[in-house]
């Protein structure tokens, strides 16, 4: 793929744009329409669609308040529960999570997002949304389904689009009780009952087609499902941090590392008081050309959180901040963490923010241990191919820990 002038002088654009800003200059992202092409998606010559919803749904941004939305499903009924499995996905090669993924046909329908129940496709979007087990659905299409495959920094990949006409059936969801409380509750804020089902075990992924498919909250609206993978990440990791912080600090540092699908993730966990930063190299712009001079994009908060986006990494920032802060309220510790993460020469195609979350959750099953900030971090960059110096520069954690020492690491000589 030829690049753009700007991305070659300045390989860093990609990883503050992420297929967002067009800080190249070129519209759409080549990235994302390089993928496009690399792959044929089958179109399907009937209009009736039936098939099972894994459950999954879709809500666009384009035209808001006015969006196309509706619920996701397979040519056909078979077994789709892995679709909307996050989870399970990193064991997966690209070709096979791609092809999975882009099987999944966006049938939608054009919709005011304050208006979603007043439409027979918005209620069974809703339906499907609510259920955890997959839902049968059978739709008239206004054609055939056709077009491109969706790709995004932010979402999984999605197969073609397709109008709906008219919902022919919709087989009854399974919806838990603690759900089916929160959401019939019209008076319960959308934050309070995000967390109250976090609490009882219910996961990002099914949190956020609730919150996408206007199913929670005083006053319910769609929210484009860009928008509430973030959302909710951050409103989760938020809770957490709460709670986080009346733990006692590790009492060592540990470091934890993972690599999957063109990505290498480490975690550094320091025994200091909570704050929180990231950092995303990328290597297919960069590669043999970092001699330690470049600075790589990040964003951090201190104890007190953020007041802002964070621009700078955008969505990545927060699925890894959540699965850190499940990995801390599992230990009843708090800490200082720094996370590194590095898109290497195998990356073929964006992917979404999941794989950030779940790829620094796999990074706590094999945690090591340090007496040093300085060993920690030599480990978590041990297998990175940026360079040391670009890691650093670019950390304001590791400056500031690394060039002098807090009051308490002076008189209890902790080093």
């Known amino acids: 793929m030829v690049l753009p002038e700007s991305v070659r002088k300045n390989p860093w654009l990609c990883a503050n744009c992420k297929g967002v800003k067009h800080l190249c200059g070129m519209a759409p992202c080549p990235l994302i329409e390089e993928a496009k092409r690399s792959l044929q998606v089958a179109t399907l010559p009937t209009k009736t669609l039936f098939g099972s919803s894994p459950p999954s749904t879709f809500v666009g941004e384009a035209g808001y308040p006015c969006v196309y939305a509706g619920p996701l499903l397979p040519n056909g009924r ?6 909307e499995k996050p989870s399970q996905w990193l064991e997966l090669d690209f070709s096979k999570l791609i092809s999975m993924r882009v099987s999944l046909i966006r049938s939608v329908k054009r919709m005011f997002v304050r208006r979603a129940d007043e439409t027979r496709v918005g209620v069974a979007m809703q339906e499907a949304a609510m259920s955890v087990k997959p839902v049968d659905l059978e739709l008239l299409l206004s054609k055939p389904p056709s077009g491109a495959p969706s790709f995004s920094f932010y979402t ?31 008076q319960l804020k959308a934050v309070e009952g995000l967390v109250t089902l976090w609490e009882s075990g219910f996961d990002e992924v099914y949190l956020t087609r609730l919150l996408s498919s206007a199913l929670l909250g005083v006053k319910r ?13 951050d409103t989760l990791s938020k809770a957490g941090i709460k709670k986080l912080k009346e733990f006692k600090t590790l009492d060592r540092f540990l470091v934890g590392k993972f690599e999957a699908l063109g990505n290498r993730f480490a975690v550094i966990l320091s025994p200091f008081r909570w704050r929180y930063e990231m950092l995303e190299s990328w290597l297919p712009f960069v590669g043999v050309l970092d001699d330690g001079s470049n600075t790589i994009p990040s964003d951090s908060e201190d104890g007190w959180g953020r007041s802002s986006y964070a621009s700078g990494l955008g969505g990545a920032y927060y699925a890894a901040r959540l699965a850190v802060v499940e990995a801390l309220l599992g230990m009843k510790r708090q800490a200082e963490v720094i996370v590194f993460m590095e898109i290497t020469k195998g990356w073929l195609a964006p992917l979404g923010v999941w794989r950030v979350r779940e790829g620094v959750r796999r990074c706590f099953q094999n945690v090591k ?47």
């Open 369 to 415: 241990t340090f007496s040093s900030l300085k060993e920690a971090f030599e480990e978590a960059i041990s297998n990175m191919e940026t360079h040391k110096k670009s890691w650093y520069r670019s950390s304001r954690f590791l400056r500031e820990r690394l060039s002098t020492k807090t009051l308490e690491q002076f008189f209890t000589g902790y080093t």
């Open 221 to 233: 609206s769609l929210v484009p499902t860009r928008w509430s993978i973030t959302a909710i990440d």
């Open 78 to 83: 078979s077994d789709t529960e892995l679709f």
């Open 156 to 186: 999984p990949p999605l197969g073609p689009s397709a109008k709906v006409e008219r919902v022919l059936y919709v087989e009854n969801p399974k919806v838990p009780k603690a759900v089916e409380r929160v959401v019939s509750d019209r």
